[in-house]
């Protein structure tokens, strides 16, 4: 009896070490790499704004480059942002926000004194898109609209699937 029980005993183990495959070892610092790779990132308020500023900043360089022969259509179809041109006031009347209606005002007044307006980056008032907002050579009011789900699928493309 004591035989047959140490015989399933080492039987037992040797299949349970046999099932135990040494040679297929996980590197684990390539484990961690990878997690983190794969980890879900945070994209912040000011990353969407930050995002914003500078994709406005290349579309405004491609604009103003004279040897661009792109028109504002093909931009932004190419972008896939809308571009509104024109002067303050007649922008004014065609947008319905109430907020880029106020800064447009703003816009008007300091061309109207012949105050330099640096670019800028405005919000809506439901705060779902993001205006890039600058004034060319020509003195036209130039509005890049950006929504915020069209930037954050273009800040980290690899991590959104």
């Known amino acids: 009896m004591k035989k047959s029980l140490l015989f399933t005993c080492l039987a037992s183990s040797i299949l349970s070490l046999h ?6 070892r996980i590197d684990t610092t390539a484990a961690v790499k990878e997690m983190k790779n794969r980890q879900v990132k945070r994209i ?3 990353d969407i704004t930050n995002k914003a500023d500078t994709w406005g900043q290349e ?4 604009i103003e480059n004279p040897t661009n022969k792109l028109s504002l259509d093909s931009i932004s179809k190419q972008f896939q942002i809308s571009i509104q041109s024109g002067k303050a006031i007649s922008l004014k009347q065609r947008n319905k926000d109430q907020k880029i209606q ?18 800028s980056i405005q919000k809506n008032t439901a705060g779902d ?3 890039y907002i600058f004034i060319n050579k020509k003195q036209d009011v130039i509005l890049l609209g950006f929504s915020k789900s069209q930037i954050v699928m273009n800040i980290d493309k690899p991590l959104i699937k």
């Open 19 to 24: 099932s135990c495959d040494f040679s297929k």
């Open 102 to 119: 106020e800064v447009l005002a703003a816009l008007d007044y300091s061309q109207s004194i012949k105050q330099e307006v640096p670019p």
């Open 59 to 62: 579309i405004q360089a491609i």
């Open 129 to 131: 898109s993001l205006y």
């Open 44 to 46: 912040l308020p000011q």
